[in-house]
């Protein structure tokens, strides 16, 4: 557990207690909890359930930020994925279903590593390819439309319940689970630090560089259709337009405000998905208050400078000195 | 002149798709459409303007479609609702886009952070302002609007120049030269090339980050104002994923996104390669708007491809030499 939770998470931790009491001041109910038809059902689950699809996404995008790479078309993948399991959905089984739109995203990812890995191609202008024409596909696929499909299987995977949870939420915890265990279980999350730390020192230490990230980006671009998967098994329905827009962001945001630098290195998987947990806090907490949805964006705002300035190298300098301080008082 | 290469390959894309085109379908090389396709990319045209200045120095904006957007909203609002003469209303949206543009470029600098998360914090920032001050479409009814949309210089073959047009090409020729002839552009190439060696150099590095992304901040509110001709209307959700194309017409107009090498002409012709792939797919009807970004994304790939070839083919012998060396 040690490895998956070091001991710089307290602030983000703190900040989630935090905006957890002022949505618990908004809105009295924010705790309650009730058990309904073998779900369970209350705000705090509603947060786990929408957060998920950034929550995925994020898990796959910190793996891409500690390798100083970052991944613009998990959005647009998101579009892909949700059209090719919406487009199959009545007619085929649930495996063949999550087989073609996971293994969309895992070509979506390996040609974004190619790009970035074979190429040498800039991280952002090789996603941002994908980002445009990547919906554009997805529009292909749908031919335009808004494809709806009624497959119970598939709707189960975004409204059902395991054990009282909500399915998505336990597919999100359980790739959780199975990505730390792979890239903290191994050398592996190692070697993706060293390789964002210095990509030219390690790849000269032995680091096969270039495989891990091809590697990244292929589970980022997994982690993305997965998310598609169950963001169009939510509404029943795939639209290409709108299906994971702006989700990137969002994604981005979520691993920024878990610690992780955009330039690479240390990273922490469990930190980034409660990023993506702080931010679905706010949205959720926006929306009991009833303020208009509109303050969203500049509570957003807020919050991202308001960690872009406590990660600033010049004032973590400030903050070094004032913790030693500390620490010699004490 | 190091620029060169890939703006010819841009302009030679350019051409011949345009004769491709018109192959096709003859009406299309006629002034009547050409004035139309400068005039619907007027805003973009004058946004990737700024763009191409932010990018050759090493960074990116993201924040541009939401100036936009909030442009529009308050323009409108300016002139509707609060009474404000239009003028009054456009300097004062300019001051305000710049002051924002500076912020940014201040936090860049002192803070030490990457331009890419700033900006998204800007444009969520710019996006959620403009919700606030409205969220449904205000239309503009006010004389100038009229006037400035009426006009337009008649092109020989029944053209029109219209004023938005006007004022994209005064502003793609002015950026131009304010790229190529001025110790500010030298200096935006130089911050693009190396932050260090440029400090070395004795350029003010952090004047010279504020202003860059003041720059682009004005020039996305007038972009904004453009817009609001254009359309005579306030709508915050106006220009949602404009920082994408203009992007992608930068990159397609042969600057590297690296920063240090680029020119606002390519970006030009990189708009306007745009605009003809959507003029294209306009004329023909049957093919659906998604074709329009696929062919952008392939446009770009191809681009940045090709970018990357000719950077590696530079970069070989120094290696070498630098090699020998140590």
């Given amino acids: ?330 | 002149m190091k620029g060169l290469p890939p703006v010819l390959i841009t302009a030679i894309v350019l051409v011949a798709g345009f004769a491709l085109c018109a192959v096709q379908f003859p009406n299309i090389a006629s002034t009547r459409v050409v004035g139309n396709l400068l005039t619907d990319n007027a805003f973009l045209g004058i946004v990737a303007t700024g763009m191409t200045f932010v990018i050759i120095s090493g960074g990116i904006d993201l924040s541009v479609g939401s100036v936009i957007g909030f442009t529009t909203v308050f323009v409108a609002l300016a002139i509707e609702r609060w009474g404000v003469p239009p003028l009054v209303a456009f300097v004062a949206i300019l001051a305000l886009s710049g002051a924002f543009g500076a912020a940014m470029g201040a936090m860049i600098h002192v803070f030490d952070l990457p331009p890419f998360i700033v900006t998204l914090a800007g444009m969520f920032l710019a996006r959620g302002a403009s919700f606030l001050l409205s969220t449904e479409s205000v239309p503009i009814t006010a004389p100038v609007y009229s006037t400035v949309s009426d006009f337009a210089l008649r092109l020989p073959g029944g053209g029109r120049l219209t004023a938005v047009a006007i004022i994209m090409l005064t502003i793609v020729i002015g950026g131009a030269l304010l790229l190529r002839l001025t110790r500010f552009g030298a200096n935006v190439y130089a911050l693009g090339g190396s932050r260090q060696a440029a400090s070395l150099m004795g350029v003010a590095v952090g004047r010279m980050t504020v202003k860059i992304y003041m720059l682009s901040s004005l020039l996305a509110g007038i972009a904004g104002i453009v817009f609001s001709f254009y359309t005579s209307a306030g709508y915050s959700l106006s220009a949602v994923g404009v920082e994408l194309d203009s992007i992608a017409a930068v990159v397609i107009g042969g600057t590297l996104l690296t920063g240090g090498q680029g020119s606002v002409v390519g970006t030009f012709l990189g708009v306007l390669i745009q605009g003809m792939i959507q003029t294209y797919i306009n004329f023909d009807g049957t093919l659906s708007s998604w074709w329009t970004k696929i062919a952008t994304g392939v446009l770009l790939f191809a681009f940045i491809a090709l970018q990357q070839g000719l950077v590696a083919l530079a970069r070989r012998p120094v290696a070498k030499r630098a090699g020998a060396v140590s």
């Fill in chain 1, 1 to 330: 557990m040690t490895a998956l939770l070091p001991r710089r998470g307290l602030a983000q931790i703190l900040a989630l207690i935090v905006i957890l009491a002022v949505d618990r001041v908004v809105s009295p109910q924010f705790f309650d909890l009730r058990l309904q038809d073998g779900r369970l059902f209350g705000s705090l689950i509603d947060v786990l359930n929408r957060g998920t699809p950034v929550a995925l996404l994020s898990l796959g995008m910190v793996l891409v930020i500690a390798t100083r790479g970052i991944d613009l078309s998990v959005g647009a993948i998101m579009a892909i994925s949700g059209a090719i399991a919406a487009s199959l959905a009545d007619s085929h089984s649930l495996a063949v279903v999550l087989a073609a739109a996971l293994g969309a995203g895992l070509i979506c990812g390996l040609w974004n590593g190619f790009l970035v890995a074979v190429l040498g191609m800039q991280p952002i202008v090789a996603t941002l390819i994908l980002m445009v024409a990547g919906r554009g596909i997805a529009q292909l696929i749908t031919e335009g439309r808004i494809v709806t499909f009624s497959s119970p299987d598939l709707v189960w995977l975004g409204n059902g319940a395991i054990l009282g949870v909500p399915v998505p939420v336990a597919i999100a915890l359980g790739m959780l689970i199975l990505t730390g265990a792979v890239v903290r279980g191994s050398a592996l999350g190692l070697l993706i630090e060293a390789t964002g730390g210095n990509a030219r020192a390690s790849e000269l230490a032995g680091v096969g560089t270039r495989a891990m990230i091809l590697a990244v980006y292929v589970w980022c671009g997994v982690c993305a259709a997965l998310a598609g998967v169950i963001a169009a098994a939510d509404i029943m329905g795939a639209d290409a337009n709108n299906a994971g827009l702006w989700l990137e962001l969002d994604a981005i945001l979520a691993v920024v405000i878990g610690g992780t630098s955009l330039f690479g290195g240390r990273f922490s998987l469990i930190l980034a998905v409660l990023g993506a947990l702080i931010i679905q806090t706010m949205n959720t907490g926006i929306l009991l208050s009833g303020y208009p949805p509109e303050f969203n964006l500049l509570v957003k705002a807020v919050v991202v400078i308001a960690v872009l300035l406590l990660q600033s190298p010049k004032l973590s300098g400030v903050a070094g000195v004032v913790a030693r301080l500390r620490r010699a008082k004490a």
